[in-house]
């Protein structure tokens, strides 16, 4: 078929109306709904009306109170009319006068009469057609319907005598003849006789992980293909490079001197680089000083991203780990994470970048990345891409830029990136709790795990700082919980340069 044969035999034109009647901005499925029409029907325009000015600016929809103090924000998350905007050169959103007709459908009057002068489209926010619609623009008039009897699109021509009937009776809810005598949008895909579907709240990942053939379509106008996994390349691995980021006082703590201690016998790399603007001293500094594959690496503390000012030296330290990796690959790890396994295997399967999530729940985010362990090769595309997403730093939120935009970066390229659900564990509070992210309701509820036979590969003991147990060797050799007994393994590790009064 010439794709010029598409501009012939029409009667509806090629514009798409869609309403949105909430105070904020659109959720995924909505962004779903909308870019499959895109994709799928090619309009020349599409228009998202709403009663509501500036939608993209409201912060939190006053459904649920945020955690932490209101470090999360609704718009942070659900940024889906941006993405339109950019991939769709016909999209934009219009403020129109709210029409009482219908208090589900805020906008309707207006479409209703737009349709009638002008004739098009009108889609239902929440419809995802399987296949091209575009067969209904060569009929005069059409309309379809879910199982619940709400109108899920129209399509007319100008001036249609048959549309002014359906909008005379539509707005009266005398809708059973046209319902019983129109196209249905079904709840499942159970093949190509269904046309369109109803498309429930969902996020990113919930499409990413399914094998459903909803999914297979979803993945197909996504990401334009349905198998998606981290890219692998055996030729190509990560560097057994170790990375370590420190800005500020020059005294190495115990703790920490635990984790550079657990990079150099359990990780064993051939070289690790040690970032930041003072030479670590101290006691425990005195052997690994010795070591020929540990340099010390001087650079300023970053003051600035694209513009935008740095104030937490986590930030900088988040700015600084962007770049080291996105240039040279390798491992990178917090001072706060104990290794226990190598990560040899995860190498050899030549993932392009390798994470884990965070245990933290939100209120709008599904997931978030825990940033304090990562692996990448040089120029990887995961890692690319959440340098770039540090163009919308937030200076006066560490949360946004370490653990939410490489989240999102995740659900719009999920081919990037491997999850790696034993890349770390995270323990935190003086109740000792821990979050392995391989167990259900990781993120609610603590879990005990056994760091050898469930083949961890890290324990990161971030909150509070020193963590409980792990202040000094002394509190390590009296222990008798979890944590010591993971310091006593690191401490017993044999190190080349140990000398006996400091084993």
């Known amino acids: 078929m010439n794709a010029a044969d598409d501009l012939e035999g029409n009667f509806v034109p090629n514009t798409v ?9 659109i959720p995924f499925n909505v962004y779903l709904s909308i870019l499959t029409i895109w994709r799928t029907l090619k309009p020349d325009i599409i228009v998202l009306t709403t009663i509501y000015d500036n939608i993209e600016s409201v912060i939190n929809t006053g459904e649920k109170a945020d955690p932490f103090l209101r470090r999360e924000k609704y718009n942070d998350y659900n940024m889906w009319l941006g993405l339109l905007k950019n991939a769709i050169p016909g999209f934009y959103v219009l403020t129109v006068e709210e029409t009482p007709d219908r208090d589900d459908e805020c906008t309707l009057g207006y479409i209703f009469q737009e349709l009638e002068d002008k004739g098009g489209i009108y889609f239902s926010n929440n419809v995802f057609p399987t296949s091209s619609l575009r067969l209904f623009r060569k009929r005069q008039f059409s309309l379809a319907f879910d199982k619940m009897k709400k109108l899920s699109f129209i399509f007319t021509e100008r001036k249609s005598a048959k549309f002014t009937w359906f909008k005379s009776r539509y707005l009266l809810e005398q809708n059973n003849y046209f319902v019983n005598n129109s196209t249905k949008c079904e709840n499942t895909y159970t093949g190509s006789n269904v046309i369109c579907l109803i498309v429930p709240k969902l996020f990113p990942v919930d499409v990413i992980n399914s094998i459903s053939p909803f999914a297979h379509l979803a993945k197909r106008i996504l990401y334009e293909h349905s198998d998606i996994d981290a890219q692998t390349q055996s030729e190509s691995v990560t560097p057994k490079i170790v990375h370590m980021i420190w800005y500020g006082t020059s005294n190495l703590p115990f703790q920490n001197y635990l984790s550079l201690r657990s990079v150099l016998t359990i990780l064993n ?27 010390f690496v001087y650079r300023h503390k970053p003051q600035y991203v694209y513009g935008n000012k740095i104030k937490f030296v986590a930030a900088a330290s988040d700015v600084t780990r962007c770049d080291i990796l996105r240039r040279y690959g390798g491992i990178y790890t917090d001072w706060d994470v104990i290794w226990v396994k190598p990560v040899d295997d995860l190498i050899m399967k030549g993932y392009g970048a390798v994470v884990s999530f965070d245990i933290v729940p939100w209120t709008y985010y599904p997931n978030t990345i825990q940033a304090g362990v990562m692996m990448s090769k040089p120029k990887s595309d995961f890692i690319k891409h959440w340098q770039e997403n540090l163009k919308h730093f937030q200076t006066n939120s560490w949360w946004f830029n370490a653990i939410f935009s490489p989240y999102k970066v995740y659900e719009q390229f999920p081919d990037s990136v491997h999850i790696e659900p034993r890349l770390q564990v995270v323990c935190h509070t003086q109740k000792r709790t821990c979050h392995p992210s391989f167990k259900e309701n990781f993120k609610t509820q603590a879990k005990k795990f056994d760091w050898i036979l469930d083949r961890v590969y890290s324990v990161h003991v971030p909150w509070p700082e020193p963590f409980p147990g792990l202040e000094s060797r002394t509190s390590v050799m009296r222990g008798n919980d979890m944590f010591a007994e993971i310091g006593l393994y690191i401490l017993h590790q044999k190190y080349k340069y140990d000398d006996e009064s400091n084993s």
């Open 269 to 295: 790399p051939e070289k690790l680089y040690i970032h930041g603007d003072v030479t670590l001293t101290g006691y425990y500094m005195q052997n690994i000083s010795k070591d020929p594959r540990v340099i």
């Open 17 to 25: 109306y869609f309403s949105w009647c909430k105070r904020y901005t």
